[in-house]
């Protein structure tokens, strides 16, 4: 029986992807034009949008790349990307993560050495006062 | 006594003394209430300069650690984090604020009370004496619990595979430096991996290294902190992670 709605040619899953990937690259496209990302992360988004809507339209063309390069099934490509990806991902935010906990280190460690100066300095005043 | 502990006592409290001059002893603590007040007076008392950085504590450490300076007020520098930030973070703060108040030599000492104060003139005498750039005291190893023994001989043994350096003990909290190398230290980790780190920076800056056998007071609060099974496994994730940078 087949269990997957069906218009004309077009399962639903496809639309639903490509749905998505629009929304993913108005949103993307938004925060570009609002200057909150920059153009190498706005095209990268891009990029990884419209080939997720091109292997949703049309699913040969992921088994053709995937025949390429010797892997089985073109399902098997993508995930196998989508994989390495994440990790890639998770890695860059890793690195990301702790360049902030340096920054944020750097931050406490200026607060405090001013900190303790002006101590130093509000102690020097009271003496000269006092000297007075 | 000898002179060597012979302090001569100025008005407001500074204390001077001629073997002790230049020696700024970086003491970090972070929630130890109970001994900070102790153990920088004590420290003080010998004739040092103390930089005590508060790492962001949640109790009376920083209040304590005023009302030893308001006693002190020449020979205690107080430096505070306002967030939790590690013992290598705290570290560097210190040793940055000793090198601002004119170091020449720079220890470092934990503020849990597990070091004796007279340790601080051993670790500096090869300073001294122009034998070494960087001591490391290192703590009798067959005095310590079990588990302890086990992961700081771990800790070793890493140090050793990542850094090429062979040390008695990789992670004891009293070390000596020059004050001239410290700028040269390139030290990132914000936690305890920061021992590690230094016996790194000691051999990529080509450092003279000394080991002097220091004495090492355990008690039940001594014990509970420092380098355990956990604390090594995250060192050990850091070391790895750092090749990949």
């Known amino acids: ?132 | 006594m000898t002179d060597k502990n012979e302090v001569s006592s100025f008005s407001n409290n500074h204390l001077i003394n001629k073997d002790t001059d230049g020696i700024f002893v970086v003491v970090p603590a972070f929630n130890e209430d109970k001994t900070v007040g102790s153990v920088i007076e004590e420290i003080v008392k010998l004739g040092y300069n103390v930089i005590l950085v508060d790492d962001g504590s949640s109790d009376n450490t920083y209040e304590i650690a005023k009302s030893s300076k308001s006693k002190y007020p020449d020979n205690i520098f107080i430096y505070q984090h306002v967030i939790n930030r590690g013992l290598g973070a705290a570290l560097k703060t210190g040793m940055t604020g000793a090198l601002i108040h004119g170091a020449k030599f720079i220890v470092t000492f934990d503020a849990d009370g597990q070091h004796a104060v007279e340790d601080i003139a051993k670790v500096c005498k090869p300073l001294k004496d122009g034998n070494a750039d960087a001591v490391i005291g290192s703590r009798p190893f067959e005095d310590m619990p079990n588990s302890k023994n086990f992961a700081n001989t771990v800790m070793n043994l890493m140090t050793y595979v990542f850094y090429r350096t062979k040390v008695k003990d990789s992670q004891s909290g009293l070390r000596a430096f020059k004050a001239e190398v410290i700028p040269k230290l390139n030290l990132l980790s914000r936690g305890y991996g920061v021992s590690s780190e230094f016996i790194r920076e000691i051999r990529r800056n080509h450092l003279k290294l000394e080991e002097v056998t220091i004495t090492t007071i355990y008690t039940p609060e001594t014990q509970a902190k420092g380098t355990n099974a956990i604390v090594g496994l995250k060192i050990l994730f850091k070391m790895i992670m750092d090749i990949f940078k």
């Open chain 1, 1 to 132: 029986m087949e269990c997957v709605i069906i218009f004309g040619d077009i399962r639903l899953f496809q639309i639903l992807v490509v749905f998505i990937a629009i929304l993913a690259i108005l949103l993307v496209f938004n925060r570009f034009h609002k200057k909150k990302t920059s153009i190498t992360t706005f095209i990268l988004w891009v990029v990884l949008w419209v080939l997720v809507a091109i292997f949703a339209i049309i699913p040969e063309s992921s088994t053709y790349i995937a025949n390429l390069i010797g892997i089985g099934r073109g399902l098997d490509l993508i995930i196998i990307f989508g994989i390495i990806g994440s990790y890639y991902l998770i890695f860059r935010v890793y690195l990301k993560l702790e360049k902030i906990d340096q920054d944020i280190t750097k931050l406490v460690r200026i607060i405090s050495i001013e900190k303790e100066l002006n101590y130093e300095l509000e102690q020097d005043q009271d003496e000269n006062k006092d000297k007075k």
